[in-house]
């Protein structure tokens, strides 16, 4: 896969699961907790295959992967426990 395709994709896919994180907050549903949960896991992993394919330096890799799961966290975790109040 070509690098600009693949930086495309990482960040339309880590975009998504923000936004996706940010409803998930005011409006609770076990498939989107689901689906972000799998968009995490895709930015992941193409973030790390980015970082191995481009010779980046591995700490500023792994700073903006921290910085990112702490904000997708920050919508999933609340949401969970809306989502397991409800049930």
Do not use: E
Not at 4 to 26: D, E, G, Q, R
Not at 36 to 54: F, K, M, N, P, R
């Amino acid at each position: 896969m070509d690098m600009k395709a693949l930086l495309v994709f990482h960040i339309t896919v880590a975009l998504t699961s923000v936004l996706l994180s940010s409803y998930s907050f005011f409006m609770p549903a076990l498939n989107k907790l689901r689906i972000t949960c799998g968009l995490v896991a895709l930015t992941l992993i193409s973030g790390t295959w980015l970082v191995l394919a481009t010779h980046v330096p591995i700490l500023s890799g792994c700073l903006s992967g921290l910085v990112y799961v702490g904000a997708v966290l920050v919508g999933l975790v609340p949401a969970r426990h809306k989502l397991a109040k409800q049930t």
